[in-house]
């Protein structure tokens, strides 16, 4: 059974840096291409980031863009998100997924993580 796990969140000041990681286990991390969502209080799940199969496509949401970057190393069944610039608004919790289609809308991802708590302090 695939399952994901997330890592690497914690507190930040705002303009500081974090990346965070997720390991894919029980399945073909290359046959998945992976994302990251993430939701703040009292808000819907956004989505932030997505990265081919192969590594060589990304997206990116608006809000996130030029300050976060996706990637991901096959060899080790990981997906990273190195958040930069970081901003209060940028807390939430970040949860990675894993799908079988190109997709940034989450009912369509296969599997989740549980996520990763992500605090900015102003």
């Known amino acids: 059974q695939v399952q994901l796990v997330e890592s690497g969140g914690g507190l930040v000041q705002t303009g500081g840096s974090l990346r965070l990681s997720c390991v894919l286990s029980g399945g073909t991390f290359g046959s998945y291409d992976m994302s990251w969502f993430r939701q703040a209080p009292g808000k819907e799940q956004e989505f932030v980031a997505i990265?081919?199969?192969?590594?060589?496509?990304?997206a990116y949401s608006n809000s996130i863009k030029g300050r976060f970057t996706i990637s991901r190393d096959n060899a080790k069944n990981t997906v990273y998100l190195q958040m930069d610039k970081l901003k209060p608004e940028d807390t939430a919790v970040y949860y990675c997924?894993?799908?079988?289609?190109?997709?940034?809308?989450?009912?369509?991802?296969?599997?989740w993580g549980k996520g990763t708590l992500v605090t900015v302090s102003s």
């Open positions: 990265i081919d199969q192969r590594g060589i496509s990304t």
């Open positions: 997924a894993a799908g079988t289609t190109w997709s940034i809308t989450g009912r369509n991802m296969s599997y």
